[in-house]
């Protein structure tokens, strides 16, 4: 499965962002699709995941309240939406997908879209 993931961009603290994340293969309806980040100079960190049916998600504390994974699987596309932006937001974001829902740990995952930029200025 190719993933690409687009939308980032740069905004103001306590603005919003909508990213994207859309799959080349109708097989993506049967992935958990997870969003991870990576700040300069810091580990790849997880930042939710979704089941295959949208029916779960799970978000990491730092995002929880802020942040929505959706995903709309006639159009293959996964979504985070994020709102109330933090300077510690900024990192490049990036898709995931994985047969198993619920993993954080970026090794576990199997496809990876190439990574969007999101800055968010203080």
């Known amino acids: 499965v190719q993933l690409q993931a687009f939308g980032g961009g740069l905004v103001q603290t306590g603005g919003s962002l909508r990213l994207s994340c859309a799959a080349s293969?109708?097989?993506?309806?049967?992935?958990?699709m997870g969003w991870f980040r990576q700040a300069p100079g810091k580990e790849r960190e997880f930042v939710g995941v979704i089941s295959w049916n949208g029916g779960r998600t799970s978000y990491a504390d730092s995002v929880k309240g802020r942040f929505t994974i959706s995903r709309d699987n006639a159009k293959m596309t996964v979504y985070l939406q994020m709102n109330s932006l933090k300077p510690e937001d900024t990192a490049v974001y990036y898709c995931?997908?994985?047969?198993?829902?619920?993993?954080?740990?970026?090794?576990?995952?199997?496809?990876w879209g190439q990574g969007t930029l999101v800055t968010v200025s203080s």
């Open positions: 995931a997908a994985d047969r198993n829902y619920g993993r954080t740990y970026p090794n576990e995952y199997e496809y």
């Open positions: 293969e109708r097989t993506f309806n049967m992935y958990a």
